[in-house]
């Protein structure tokens, strides 16, 4: 799978951004997709991950309730919606794809497929 992510940008605090991810090479609709984050000096991140049939998504805390992540399987399309943004939010987000198969889709290791990453900076 190959992932091309985009909707980056410099944001005021309070504002919002909508990041996409597009997938294409291999059935986009049988991986579980993810977003993580990595700041500077800092671990990439889990941001959030939505699942392959259900749709059912994840976040982490400091996100819930600002962002939403969706799937448009008809587009190879994953999006990550970012509300009320605040400082602490900016990093490099990066898309991941990862094929259910038993384990946790909160850690970047498992993932198989990533994307190039995409910048937001949020000003205060």
């Known amino acids: 799978v190959q992932l091309q992510a985009s909707g980056g940008g410099l944001v005021q605090a309070g504002g919002s951004l909508r990041l996409s991810c597009v997938a294409s090479g291999r059935t986009f609709s049988n991986y579980i997709m993810g977003w993580f984050r990595q700041a500077p000096g800092k671990e990439r991140e889990f941001v959030a991950a939505i699942h392959r049939g259900t749709g059912t998504p994840d976040y982490t805390d400091p996100v819930k309730g600002r962002s939403t992540i969706s799937r448009d399987n008809a587009k190879n399309t994953v999006y990550l919606q970012m509300n009320s943004l605040k400082p602490e939010d900016t990093a490099v987000y990066y898309c991941?794809?990862?094929?259910?198969?038993?384990?946790?889709?909160?850690?970047?290791?498992?993932?198989?497929?990533w994307g190039q990453g995409t910048l937001v900076t949020v000003s205060s």
């Open positions: 991941a794809a990862v094929y259910p198969r038993g384990i946790s889709y909160f850690y970047a290791h498992n993932y198989d497929y």
